[in-house]
């Protein structure tokens, strides 16, 4: 059985950090397209960034580069986000998410994600 589950959020002040982990179990990570996606309160699903394991390519949408680090933790089945001088907007609902083919063409916003996990809330107060 295929599951995503994200860990890590939580409630920090401006300018803190946090740490999100989405463990995956059911097929393994490696050489894989996987992502973290966000929704707040009253918006749209926002695409945040996306990781190509075979090679470590990365993507960011723009108002997280620079402040967010995904990555693909060696030896674990786990993609993991990285997140620095966090600010109210990034309050919301974090989602990951992974294509269970193989291979890292389409690994951008609009990747064709088959699974996705439950989210963790990361609340950021000013």
């Known amino acids: 059985q295929v599951q995503l589950a994200e860990s890590g959020g939580g409630s920090v002040q401006a300018g803190g950090s946090l740490r999100l982990s989405c463990a995956v179990s059911?097929?393994?990570?490696?050489?894989?397209?996987a992502g973290w996606f966000r929704q707040a309160p009253g918006k749209e699903r926002e695409w945040i960034a996306t990781?190509?394991?075979?090679?470590?390519?990365?993507y960011y949408r723009d108002s997280v580069k620079g402040r967010f680090t995904i990555s693909q933790p060696i030896g674990k089945n786990t993609v993991s986000l990285e997140m620095n001088s966090l600010e109210p907007e990034d309050t919301a609902m974090y989602y990951c998410?992974?294509?269970?083919?193989?291979?890292?063409?389409?690994?951008?916003?609009?990747?064709?994600?088959?699974?996705w996990g439950q989210g963790t809330q990361v609340t950021v107060s000013s």
């Open positions: 998410a992974a294509k269970s083919s193989s291979g890292g063409w389409n690994c951008g916003p609009n990747a064709p994600f088959d699974d």
């Open positions: 059911g097929y393994t990570i490696i050489r894989k397209c």
């Open positions: 990781i190509y394991t075979g090679d470590g390519r990365t």
